[in-house]
């Protein structure tokens, strides 16, 4: 099937799947897609149970997209620009030092609660994933997905305050995540790495990353300022999300760290200081859009990813035990520096909890799963994945606005955490 045959299919099952939730199930536009998309997905198994060849053929479909390239090295950087572009700069300032120790420290901590627990529990269950490997499930499982977290939070009602906190933490704890998982599978690929690499690599990624989106940033506000024209200015933004994205992978540093910060440059700045009204309305209505029609597709193919697993009894087991697991390592993990953080200011009521239950996991973990090598526990890691990321978008994202609304009924309360 040709690339543009793939494009279609995928645009018209998410229009489809649009229509269907908007017009009956009512629900968030990324649970009600990824809902319908699983719902297709079992459909097709029962129908292949029963003889028909369809799946099959939906599988072999499947099974032509490369989710990892598709998402890190397509939709990723579209989404985050979107999301970084209303999220304003001196907020995510204001908080910089607490969401700095959730985006680091906070991923640390939880990859390595994840990994040894898991670790004893899989092989209880007789699945026989060494320790390292357990770590590396930590590593991809820890990080909110902001893409999952914008979206959903949106709609859930959470306080000012805490959502700057919950979706800063998710723009740039996914960076250092990779970078986690990108030293493990080292590991486990040519043995031993030094402290020094790591460092270096951490610097190289995360803090070049930051530097090369401020440059594009500042490049792309003073372009924007220097026209008054919404076409040039929306195909500005464009060529800094895709050439900039593109020439931080070059230079071997983070491409979603940078298209972050060039959108808090361009969202924070170039909106309110460059731009005319009618451009800034068509700018924000273009990547609206955007955003809109990506997530769309986005968590129309992580419901039809259940396909290409393969699903044994012992690995979905090991996935639904996993589930409580990484909650109490997202709990103890933001529960800390909430903790530390409220002799300084001021936490909603529970917000230990909202920030656990809201750390949703979603396209990125199962991108880095499926970016492992076939063997050595890939399978066994990407059921357990896929199963902890239905769960959070479905079970937790369903379920985060009452959360919200329970613990919030009261205003916000000091030194609460």
Known sequence: MTVINTITLLVCLSAV???LNHRFLKLPMAIGLMALSLGLSLLLIVLGALGFKIEAEVIAFIKTIDFYETLMHGMLSFLLFAGALHFNVHD?????????????????????IVGVLSYY??????????????FLFGALISPTDPIAVLGILRSAGVPKPLEIKITGESLFNDGVGVVVFVVLLGVANHGLVSPGSIGLLFLQEAVGGAIIGLALGLVGYH???????YQ???LLTLSLVMGGYTL???????????????GLVVGSYARHFAMSKTSREYLDTFWQLVDELLNAILFVLIGLEILTLSVQGHYLLAGLLAIPIVLLARFLSVGLPVKLFSYRQDFTRKATTIMTWSGLRGGISVAMALSLPAGSGRDAILTITYTVVVFSILVQGLTIGKLVQSATRNTMLSHDA
């Open 17 to 19: 799947f649009s229509y």
């Open 92 to 112: 995510l300032l204001d908080q910089k030092l607490f969401i700095g120790t959730l985006a680091s420290v906070g991923v640390l901590v939880s990859t390595i």
């Open 121 to 134: 529990v899989f092989n209880w269950l007789g699945v026989d994933l060494p320790l390292l490997y357990c």
């Open 223 to 229: 372009m924007l300022k220097s026209v008054d024209n």
């Open 232 to 234: 040039v200015e929306v």
């Open 248 to 262: 931080a992978q070059g230079l071997h540093t983070s491409g979603p760290i940078a298209v972050v910060v060039a």
